[in-house]
Each structure stands twice: as structure tokens, then as C-alpha cells.
């Protein structure tokens, strides 16, 4: 095993100048705003992404820095081989598992992206940094581009559509190591929708012990015991 792979000066510039280009998600999502309020009072809360999904396409919506770090620390932690991340978008977080694994020794941290130019951009960032040989980035549908990931899984990371959290667990968790740990973003922003995931996970009845935690906003951390 190696020391810290975010230390390097090459991962190091490039994951900072990520953090600082997604700074202007703040201008992305205003000018969503509108379309958003309309949906919410038409549809409720369960319309709100369907309608932010257009102005969307070049945003970031990255984990923030502590949450990179922390995930690169659990993935450390658990001696990640394996990790799996639903919603890739531009690479931010893909870094930090790739980066993971190739300190716990060597593995993979599997991507995945909808959006070809965003798979593009991510994968010449995994380049710059020299850690595109850790990482792979599947484009198309993840409930397809994913199915195929073998067991055993030891991290997964939710970060995509919020409506397809429950299927990418229910496709995910046969693939589970007893331990893996399965975080989710934006509980608290999606709580109306994230509903649903949350109660599965924190109920004790299929398999995972889980907690909220406060970081961004609202990172929900799930263990696999079986």
C-alpha cells in the first residue's frame, strides 16, 4: 500500500481546479429556479428534479471536499478494492475512490455517466491526473451499464437521479461484501424523494444499519451487514 494519492501535486491540481469550476453550479441552478418553483407548485416536490434535469446537463453538482475526503477515508478504511459510484458527472468524486484504491493496493473505483460529454470530460480529467488506470466510467443507463459489475462490491456511492436510488440499491446490494459501506448524497435537498431510500436503509429490515450524517447536504451513511 501507498501513503496518500491526494497529496500528489498532479492529483492535487486538478481535483482543486474541479472544486473551484464547480463553484458555478450557484449560477446553473438559479437560472433553474423558475422552472423548479413552477413544478413544485404544480406537481409537488416530486417534480422538482424532473424539471431541473434540462438546465442540469453542464453542471457539476459535485460531493464537496470534506465529503471527498471522507469518502476516500472509509474506502481506505474498508481496504476498498472495489468501489462503484452512481452518477459520475464530471469526475470530482470518481478521484477520490480512484485514488482510494490505488492506495489500498491496487483496484477499481467503476463510474457511471448518462451524459457523453460529461463521460468525455471526466475521463480526460482521470487522465490529467494520472489515475485513469484506477478508474473506468461506463456511459448509458446504470441500471444497464452497471448490472454487469462483479462481487465483490466494497463501496458504492449514490450521486445520480434521485428517483433511481432505490433501484441502483436493489441492483447494487446482491454484489455487496458483508461491511461494504453504500453512501447517498443530497438527503436532506431530496427529502420528499429520498423518503423512500432512506426508510429502506434505516429500517434494520433489509440488511444495512444507516444514519444521516451532516455533511453537504445530508450524506447518508449505510453499512451492509447482511
Known sequence: MSGNTLADPQVKTVLDRLHREAKGDRWRIARALPSAALAWMTGGAKAIEPALRPYLSDAYLPLSSAQGRFLYLTA??????????FGTSFGISLHYLAAAVKDNGGGIAIGSEAERHKWERARAHLAESGLADHAEIRLGDALQTLA????????????????????????????LRKGAVVMADNIDTFRTTLAPYVERVQSGRHGFLSMTLPLGDGFEYSVYVG
Do not use: F, I, Q, S
Open 76 to 85: 481506505r478504511a474498508l481496504g476498498a478494492r472495489r468501489a462503484v459510484e
Open 148 to 175: 454487469d459489475v462483479p462481487a465483490p462490491v466494497d463501496l458504492v456511492l449514490l450521486d445520480g437521479w434521485k428517483d433511481l436510488y432505490l433501484p441502483m440499491l436493489d441492483l447494487l446490494t446482491p454484489k
